[in-house]
C-alpha cells in the first residue's frame, strides 16, 4: 500500500535540501568555548584574539556587532573571561560572543 | 490619557538618542570643578536621593510579598534569602566570598549572588545609616561611560572582600536616565551567564520597542528608585509599584474587534510575545568542570527565540510549593487570564525530614564539585542542625514579559483554533464539546479569508 509521505519528513527533506542549496555559499561555523587573551578595538569593529580551552588553539575573530562591541569598550567583557563562540571560519567574523559565567 | 503616554513615549523614544547625547546633565559643571566624591556629590542637587534609594528592592534585595502562598505575610522575601532552583543560593548562604583554592590549580576566586547589588559589599543588601548611603554606585545606572572593569570583587586592606565601583570623575560627567546596557549589566547575567535566567534579548530584533528606541526605563519609570514590576510568579519583591501593557495601551487597541474580545481572557503577551528562551533546566546537585578546573552548576540552555511557551490561567496569585512556584488560577476564577510562561526545572537537595528545598553555599562546589559540602555549609549558616539531603526537581514557571514581536508575528486566529493550535484547551480546562468547537476553522474562516483576498 502507497502511503503518503509524512508531513515532518517531507519536512526534512525540503529543509535538507534548502541547506543543500545553500551550503556551497556559506563557510563552516565553528563553534567553541575560549578565553580571551587580547582585545584590539578599532572604530567600527574589535579584534580579539582567544585561546579554545579544548584545543588550546588560538582563533582570531572579528566583532563587529554594535551589543557586544558595547561589552567590550566599556570592560563588561575583558581579558580572561571565558566566552561561548561561534564564528565563520571564512571570514572570521564571530556571529555569538558570550560570557560563559555570570552571577 | 493612555493614547498621550503613548505618544509621549514614542516622541521621547525616537528623539532618545539625540537627546542624551545632546541634554548635558545639569550638574555637569558642579562635578567637573569639584570632582566626584560618591552620592555625596549628587546630594548637594538631589537631597535625599541616597536615602530613599535604601529603602527600595534593588537595595534591600526583599519586600514584604503579599501574593505568594505559603509565606509569612510580616516578613521580608526576595533574593535575599530566597531559595528556589535557578539560584540554589542566596545573598544570605552564598554571601560574596573568596572560595577555597581548587585542588588542581590552588587558584581561588570570588563568588557570591551579592555581586547584583549597587552597594560595595562593605555596605551589603539592606545596610542602612550614612555608610550604607555613601556606598550606593549611582553611576552603574546613571552613568553612560562607567568602566565596569572596576565592579570587581577585591580584598581590601582589612582583608574583607569589597565590590569595586568605578567612581571617576569621567563617569560622573556622562549622567543620563539609566540605558537598557546599565539595567543589563545585572539583568542579562542573572542566573549563571548571559541570558540564563529570563533569556531576553533587548534589542531591535528581538523587541518592537527596543526596535522604536524605547529603553527600559520608558516603561519601568521610577519614582524615588521605587521601579515598578509587574506580576511575574517568580519576582516577588516588589516596591509597591507595577506596570502593565496597558499603562501605555488600551485594553482594546486592535482595530479588529474579534481580537479585542480576546483581551477579556487572554493577555497582551500570549498572543504578542510568542518566543522565550534562556535556561530550562539546571543540575545543583552535580556540578561540571570547566576549562579553568572550576565547577559550575549544570546548565541546559536555549537562546532567546528557541523556547515556544506554555500557557496557563493566571489570577497574579502564586503557588509555591517546593516542587513548584508557579502561577494559581483557573478558567472559572473571572480573575484569571491566560499568560505565557517559561517553564525551568531545577534539580537540587530537599530535606527528607520536612520536605522543603535546602539552599547551597556555592563556594565549596566551585572550588571541588562537592555539592553537599554545600549544602552543609549552607545549612550551618541557616542554623538548620537536622536534614538528610535527597536529590530533586522542582518546577518554576518564568513570566515572559519582553520581546515583544512585530505585530505580523502575533499569535492569530488560526495560531490558537486549531487541533494543533499553540493552546492546550483541554488543560485550559476546556470540555471536549467546547474543544471541538475552538478547533474548527468556524471559527475564522470567512475573516482570514477575506484578510487573504484584501491582501493578494
Same mark, same amino acid.
Given at each position: 500500500?502507497?502511503?503518503?509521505?509524512?508531513?515532518?519528513?517531507?519536512?526534512?527533506?525540503?529543509?535538507?535540501?534548502?541547506?543543500?542549496?545553500?551550503?556551497?555559499?556559506?563557510?563552516?561555523?565553528?563553534?567553541?568555548?575560549?578565553?580571551?587573551?587580547?582585545?584590539?578595538?578599532?572604530?567600527?569593529?574589535?579584534?580579539?584574539?582567544?585561546?579554545?580551552?579544548?584545543?588550546?588553539?588560538?582563533?582570531?575573530?572579528?566583532?563587529?556587532?554594535?551589543?557586544?562591541?558595547?561589552?567590550?569598550?566599556?570592560?563588561?567583557?575583558?581579558?580572561?573571561?571565558?566566552?561561548?563562540?561561534?564564528?565563520?571560519?571564512?571570514?572570521?567574523?564571530?556571529?555569538?560572543?558570550?560570557?560563559?559565567?555570570?552571577? | 490619557?493612555?493614547?498621550?503616554?503613548?505618544?509621549?513615549?514614542?516622541?521621547?523614544?525616537? !528623539?532618545?538618542?539625540?537627546?542624551?547625547?545632546?541634554?548635558?546633565?545639569?550638574?555637569?559643571?558642579?562635578?567637573?570643578?569639584?570632582?566626584?566624591?560618591?552620592?555625596?556629590?549628587?546630594?548637594?542637587?538631589?537631597?535625599?536621593?541616597?536615602?530613599?534609594?535604601?529603602?527600595?528592592?534593588?537595595?534591600?534585595?526583599?519586600?514584604?510579598?503579599?501574593?505568594?502562598?505559603?509565606?509569612?505575610?510580616?516578613?521580608?522575601?526576595?533574593?535575599?534569602?530566597?531559595?528556589?532552583?535557578?539560584?540554589?543560593?542566596?545573598?544570605?548562604?552564598?554571601?560574596?566570598?573568596?572560595?577555597?583554592?581548587?585542588?588542581?590549580?590552588?587558584?581561588?576566586?570570588?563568588?557570591?549572588?551579592?555581586?547584583?547589588?549597587?552597594?560595595?559589599?562593605?555596605?551589603?543588601?539592606?545596610?542602612?545609616?550614612?555608610?550604607?548611603?555613601?556606598?550606593?554606585?549611582?553611576?552603574?545606572?546613571?552613568?553612560?561611560?562607567?568602566?565596569?572593569?572596576?565592579?570587581?570583587?577585591?580584598?581590601?586592606?582589612?582583608?574583607?572582600?569589597?565590590?569595586?565601583?568605578?567612581? !571617576?570623575?569621567?563617569?560622573?560627567?556622562?549622567?543620563?536616565?539609566?540605558?537598557?546596557?546599565?539595567?543589563?549589566?545585572?539583568?542579562?547575567?542573572?542566573?549563571?551567564?548571559?541570558?540564563?535566567?529570563?533569556?531576553?534579548?533587548?534589542?531591535?530584533?528581538?523587541?518592537?520597542?527596543?526596535?522604536?528606541?524605547?529603553?527600559?526605563?520608558?516603561?519601568?519609570?521610577?519614582?524615588?528608585?521605587?521601579?515598578?514590576?509587574?506580576?511575574?510568579?517568580?519576582?516577588?519583591?516588589?516596591?509597591?509599584?507595577?506596570?502593565?501593557?496597558?499603562?501605555?495601551?488600551?485594553?482594546?487597541?486592535?482595530?479588529?474587534?474579534?481580537?479585542?474580545?480576546?483581551?477579556?481572557?487572554?493577555?497582551?503577551?500570549?498572543?504578542?510575545?510568542?518566543?522565550?528562551?534562556?535556561?530550562?533546566?539546571?543540575?545543583?546537585?552535580?556540578?561540571?568542570?570547566?576549562?579553568?578546573?572550576?565547577?559550575?552548576?549544570?546548565?541546559?540552555?536555549?537562546?532567546?527565540?528557541?523556547?515556544?511557551?506554555?500557557?496557563?490561567?493566571?489570577?497574579?496569585?502564586?503557588?509555591?510549593?517546593?516542587?513548584?512556584?508557579?502561577?494559581?488560577?483557573?478558567?472559572?476564577?473571572?480573575?484569571?487570564?491566560?499568560?505565557?510562561?517559561?517553564?525551568?526545572?531545577?534539580?537540587?537537595?530537599?530535606?527528607?525530614?520536612?520536605?522543603?528545598?535546602?539552599?547551597?553555599?556555592?563556594?565549596?562546589?566551585?572550588?571541588?564539585?562537592?555539592?553537599?559540602?554545600?549544602?552543609?555549609?549552607?545549612?550551618?549558616?541557616?542554623?538548620?542542625?537536622?536534614?538528610?539531603?535527597?536529590?530533586?526537581?522542582?518546577?518554576?514557571?518564568?513570566?515572559?514579559?519582553?520581546?515583544?514581536?512585530?505585530?505580523?508575528?502575533?499569535?492569530?486566529?488560526?495560531?490558537?483554533?486549531?487541533?494543533?493550535?499553540?493552546?492546550?484547551?483541554?488543560?485550559?480546562?476546556?470540555?471536549?464539546?467546547?474543544?471541538?468547537?475552538?478547533?474548527?476553522?468556524?471559527?475564522?474562516?470567512?475573516?482570514?479569508?477575506?484578510?487573504?483576498?484584501?491582501?493578494?
Amino acid at each position: 500500500m502507497r502511503k503518503v509521505l509524512p508531513s515532518s519528513i517531507a519536512l526534512a527533506l525540503f529543509t535538507a535540501s534548502l541547506v543543500t542549496i545553500c551550503s556551497p555559499a556559506q563557510a563552516a561555523e565553528v563553534k567553541m568555548i575560549a578565553t580571551i587573551e587580547r582585545i584590539e578595538l578599532k572604530e567600527k569593529s574589535a579584534t580579539v584574539t582567544l585561546k579554545d580551552t579544548k584545543s588550546d588553539k588560538h582563533v582570531s575573530v572579528t566583532v563587529n556587532d554594535d551589543l557586544t562591541l558595547d561589552k567590550l569598550r566599556d570592560k563588561r567583557i575583558l581579558e580572561g573571561d571565558e566566552i561561548r563562540l561561534k564564528y565563520d571560519d571564512a571570514t572570521g567574523v564571530a556571529t555569538y560572543f558570550r560570557k560563559t559565567a555570570g552571577c | 490619557m493612555k493614547i498621550l503616554r503613548l505618544i509621549t513615549t514614542l516622541i521621547a523614544g525616537l !528623539s532618545l538618542v539625540a537627546l542624551v547625547e545632546a541634554k548635558d546633565h545639569q550638574g555637569k559643571d558642579y562635578i567637573q570643578e569639584n570632582g566626584y566624591q560618591g552620592p555625596a556629590t549628587c546630594e548637594v542637587c538631589h537631597p535625599g536621593t541616597a536615602q530613599a534609594f535604601l529603602g527600595t528592592v534593588h537595595w534591600k534585595h526583599a519586600s514584604k510579598v503579599n501574593h505568594v502562598e505559603n509565606l509569612d505575610p510580616k516578613q521580608e522575601y526576595g533574593m535575599k534569602n530566597r531559595v528556589y532552583t535557578m539560584c540554589n543560593g542566596n545573598d544570605i548562604v552564598n554571601n560574596l566570598k573568596e572560595i577555597p583554592p581548587s585542588p588542581t590549580t590552588g587558584k581561588t576566586k570570588f563568588t557570591g549572588c551579592n555581586t547584583c547589588h549597587p552597594g560595595n559589599h562593605l555596605q551589603d543588601v539592606g545596610s542602612t545609616g550614612p555608610e550604607a548611603e555613601a556606598a550606593i554606585d549611582c553611576l552603574v545606572c546613571h552613568s553612560t561611560a562607567y568602566d565596569f572593569s572596576q565592579r570587581k570583587p577585591y580584598k581590601d586592606a582589612q582583608g574583607r572582600v569589597a565590590i569595586g565601583q568605578d567612581r !571617576s570623575t569621567k563617569a560622573a560627567l556622562a549622567i543620563g536616565k539609566p540605558a537598557p546596557k546599565n539595567c543589563m549589566v545585572c539583568h542579562d547575567s542573572a542566573g549563571g551567564g548571559a541570558l540564563v535566567k529570563r533569556g531576553f534579548a533587548f534589542t531591535a530584533a528581538s523587541d518592537v520597542h527596543a526596535a522604536k528606541s524605547m529603553v527600559c526605563v520608558d516603561c519601568h519609570k521610577a519614582k524615588d528608585h521605587r521601579i515598578p514590576t509587574g506580576y511575574d510568579p517568580n519576582n516577588w519583591a516588589h516596591d509597591g509599584v507595577r506596570i502593565s501593557c496597558s499603562d501605555c495601551h488600551s485594553e482594546k487597541p486592535h482595530k479588529d474587534a474579534d481580537t479585542n474580545r480576546h483581551t477579556a481572557r487572554i493577555a497582551c503577551q500570549t498572543c504578542h510575545i510568542p518566543r522565550t528562551g534562556g535556561a530550562f533546566a539546571k543540575d545543583f546537585t552535580h556540578w561540571e568542570q570547566l576549562s579553568d578546573k572550576f565547577y559550575e552548576p549544570t546548565t541546559l540552555r536555549k537562546e532567546t527565540n528557541e523556547t515556544t511557551p506554555v500557557y496557563a490561567w493566571y489570577n497574579k496569585t502564586v503557588a509555591n510549593r517546593p516542587d513548584f512556584i508557579g502561577p494559581k488560577g483557573t478558567r472559572k476564577d473571572v480573575r484569571s487570564k491566560i499568560y505565557p510562561f517559561k517553564i525551568f526545572q531545577g534539580k537540587a537537595y530537599f530535606n527528607k525530614l520536612d520536605g522543603k528545598l535546602l539552599s547551597m553555599d556555592f563556594a565549596p562546589p566551585m572550588a571541588t564539585g562537592n555539592t553537599l559540602a554545600g549544602v552543609a555549609s549552607a545549612a550551618n549558616i541557616l542554623g538548620i542542625k537536622n536534614y538528610v539531603p535527597v536529590p530533586g526537581w522542582q518546577t518554576i514557571y518564568f513570566g515572559s514579559n519582553h520581546q515583544v514581536a512585530p505585530k505580523d508575528k502575533a499569535l492569530t486566529c488560526y495560531n490558537c483554533h486549531a487541533p494543533n493550535g499553540s493552546l492546550n484547551f483541554q488543560e485550559l480546562g476546556y470540555t471536549s464539546k467546547e474543544i471541538k468547537k475552538l478547533t474548527s476553522p468556524e471559527t475564522y474562516f470567512n475573516k482570514i479569508a477575506e484578510k487573504m483576498r484584501e491582501e493578494w
